[in-house]
């Protein structure tokens, strides 16, 4: 029986491409026995076993198809089917629309296409795609990244969190993020682009969306290489008043 409260697990936080002591964008979000592998990106692979075996996920979900986000579904590939796991059926996996052929297209090395299907169950998201996972409530909204890219919100029956994937502030976002538990946001961008379009959050943009949506707290994450953890919190907190942490990797946070 879950309790109603949820943990997120950080994997990796690094933005785009891993540093020496931290993967890429990953996350492990359980209740009550359920575990999903939110966004698989370079390097989160390894810290994910710490806590379960590829075969113990009960999901997985990709925000979007860039590969700090997603790479680490090829050799989660090659080990549920070709390794020391024994597999009794696909893993679910929620991802942008053309997930399956993209990994099939890097996975194929013969004229016969990789199956993929044999190792994952793909269900492509939309906006307002939604599924449950054991006691976790799973709600995908279109988020503006320049590509098909998604937020979600994860809530159980005393819980909620929202992860932003990539994402420029949108409207989307901050309705999705509504008055819950925690906001896990991404702060890539040290300023907006002085010209094209914004793609990322800055730290002062997650001040607001946290701050516009009524998040109760702010973690954030993706932090960009031209910024401190300590710069990130210190500037998103100049635009939101409630309590605002960095996603370490290694850190567990229990919501609810």
């Known amino acids: 029986m879950s309790d109603g409260r949820l943990d997120l ?3 990796g936080c690094a933005t785009p491409y891993p540093a020496a002591d931290n993967p890429c964008s990953g996350y492990l979000v359980s209740s009550g026995g359920a575990r999903v592998w939110m966004d698989a990106g370079s390097g989160t692979l390894g810290p994910l076993q710490r806590y379960v075996r590829l075969d113990e996920l009960d999901a997985i979900w990709i925000s979007h198809l860039h590969a700090d986000h997603s790479a680490d579904l ?18 679910p996996l929620y991802g942008p629309p053309g997930t399956a052929d993209r990994l099939a297209h890097f996975l194929t090395n013969t004229p016969a296409r990789s199956p993929v299907e044999s190792a994952f169950a793909v269900t492509e998201l939309h906006d307002g795609h ?65 010209e094209g379009e914004q793609v990322h959050h800055t730290p002062e943009d997650c001040g607001d969306t ?10 954030v994450t ?5 910024l401190t953890p300590r710069q990130a919190v210190a500037r998103a907190a100049t635009r939101f008043d409630g309590p605002v942490d960095h996603a370490a990797p290694g850190v567990t946070y229990s919501i609810g």
């Not at 090829?74 to 893993?91: E, H, K, Q, V, W």
């Open 9 to 11: 697990t950080v994997l």
């Open 74 to 91: 090829l050799t989660a590939y090659y080990g549920l089917l070709f390794a020391d796991i024994d597999l009794a059926s696909p893993i």
């Open 130 to 194: 939604r599924t449950t996972v054991g006691p976790l409530r799973l709600t995908s909204r279109a988020v503006a990244h320049g590509i098909p890219a998604f937020a979600v919100r994860i809530e159980t029956a005393g819980a909620s969190l929202v992860y932003s994937g990539d994402t420029a502030p949108c409207p989307s976002l901050t309705e999705l993020a509504e008055g819950c538990d925690v906001l896990l946001c991404e702060a890539e961008s040290d300023r907006p682009p002085s």
């Open 222 to 226: 993706h932090v960009g290489r031209f």
């Open 210 to 219: 946290a701050r516009t949506s009524g998040a109760a707290r702010l973690i």
